[in-house]
C-alpha cells in the first residue's frame, strides 16, 4: 500500500524551459508544477462546485490486472486505485464509481483495449494514466455522462488514424449534462474525433447551463477534428498547444468559449463557429490556420488560472504533457 504523505514525484523536463508566466489573477503557477503529489489540488472548472478531491483519505490499492482494476473502481466509497504496469483487454468501458482516484504508477500503465465511463458519478480523478485503441463498440477512452467534478491530469489518450473515423470513438467525451470538468497536461493523439462536449444537437434540455470544461497546457497532435467540439457548453481553453489538428476548436449550438495563449502549428481550421456557437479569443498564435468564430461574451471565468504567452507554450507543454509524472 501506498503512504500518501510520501509519493512525491518530478515531472519529466523535456523541451525548452517554461517562459515566466503573466497571472490573469493572484495565484500561484498551478499549472506547471515540476513536482507532482497524490494531494495535489484539481484547478480549472474542476475546482468549483465543492471542488474535486477523488478518493482522497479512502483505502490504496495497488492492481496490475484488468480483474483487480474493474473490481477496485466499483462502488461510491472512497478510494485510491494505482495502476502498475500495462493492461490489456478487448472490452466495454469499465464503470468508475464516484469519489475514485485512478492513478498511474507510471508510464507503463497503459490501458488497451478498454477505456473508462463515469455515469451518474461525482470526485473523479484520473491522473498519469494511458488508455489506447479502444474500438468504437467499446465506447470512448473515457466518457462522462450525468457526471460532475473531473479531473483528468497528466493522461495520454490515442488510438492510430489507420482506419477509418468511424473505427475507433471519442477519446474525451462529456455529454448529458456532466459538468465541472478539467483536462490538463494531457496528450491527445493520433485520432480522427478526439474530444466531444455535448453529444447532440438535440439535447439542449439537459446540456444547456452544464458542460462547464477547462481543457489547460495540454499537447494536440495528429487529430482530424474535435479539438475540441463544443455544444451548449462553457469551455476555457488555454495554454494548448496544437501540432497537426486539421478541424480544432468547434464552438457549436449556443457554446461559449474563451480561448486564450494557445499555439497552432499546421493547422487548418483552428477555431471556428457552426449554429450560432460563439468564441472570445485573445493572445494566440493560430499560425495561419482560419480563426472564424463569431464573438462570443465569455470574457472571464470563476477561478484563478495563469496564462503564458503563445510563444512559449511548445516549450511548456511538449514532453511535459502526458504520462511524465511517476509516483
Not at 490499492?61 to 462502488?75: C, H, I, L, N, R
Not at 462536449?197 to 497546457?217: F, I, M, P, R
Not at 494536440?220 to 469551455?235: D, E, H, L, M, Q
Not at 499560425?287 to 495563469?306: H, I, W
Request: glycine fraction near 10%; aromatic fraction near 10%.
Amino acid at each position: 500500500m501506498y503512504n500518501l504523505k510520501f509519493l512525491i514525484a518530478a515531472v519529466s523536463c523535456l523541451g525548452q524551459a517554461l517562459a515566466a508566466p503573466t497571472p490573469t489573477t493572484n495565484s500561484i503557477n498551478r499549472s506547471f508544477n515540476k513536482r507532482a503529489s497524490l494531494e495535489d489540488s484539481a484547478f480549472g472548472y474542476a475546482s468549483l462546485n465543492g471542488g474535486t478531491t477523488g478518493g482522497a483519505g479512502g483505502a490504496t490499492t495497488t492492481v496490475s490486472s484488468y480483474a483487480e482494476f474493474t473490481a477496485a473502481v466499483e462502488g461510491d466509497d472512497p478510494k485510491i486505485v494505482i495502476v502498475s504496469g500495462p493492461i490489456e483487454k478487448t472490452a466495454d468501458q469499465v464503470d468508475v464509481g464516484s469519489n475514485t482516484s485512478i492513478i498511474g504508477k507510471d508510464a507503463t500503465a497503459v490501458l488497451t483495449g478498454f477505456g473508462l465511463r463515469l455515469k451518474r458519478v461525482e470526485n473523479v480523478i484520473i491522473r498519469n494514466l494511458g488508455i489506447s485503441k479502444v474500438l468504437a463498440d467499446s465506447g470512448d477512452a473515457i466518457g462522462a455522462e450525468y457526471s460532475n467534478n473531473i479531473w483528468i491530469d497528466h493522461v495520454d489518450v490515442s488510438s492510430d488514424r489507420d482506419h477509418d473515423k468511424d473505427y475507433y470513438d471519442g477519446l474525451l467525451d462529456f455529454k448529458r449534462g456532466s459538468d465541472y470538468i478539467t483536462v490538463s497536461n494531457t496528450f491527445i493523439h493520433d485520432h480522427w474525433k478526439a474530444s466531444l462536449v455535448g453529444h447532440s444537437n438535440s439535447n439542449e434540455d439537459e446540456d444547456k447551463g452544464h458542460l462547464h470544461v477547462t481543457y489547460a497546457n495540454n499537447y494536440w497532435f495528429n487529430i482530424n477534428s474535435r479539438g475540441p467540439s463544443v455544444r451548449f457548453g462553457t469551455a476555457h481553453i488555454y495554454n494548448n498547444y496544437f501540432l497537426s489538428v486539421s478541424d480544432g476548436i468547434n464552438t457549436r449550438i449556443g457554446a461559449q468559449v474563451l480561448v486564450e495563449g494557445n499555439t497552432w502549428v499546421d493547422g487548418k481550421k483552428a477555431l471556428y463557429s457552426t449554429d450560432e456557437g460563439y468564441a472570445v479569443e485573445r493572445n494566440n498564435d493560430f499560425g495561419g490556420a482560419k480563426n472564424e468564430a463569431e464573438e462570443g461574451t465569455l470574457t472571464s471565468v470563476d477561478y484563478d488560472y495563469d496564462l503564458i504567452e503563445a510563444s512559449a507554450v511548445e516549450g511548456a507543454v511538449v514532453g511535459t504533457a502526458g504520462q511524465t509524472l511517476v509516483f
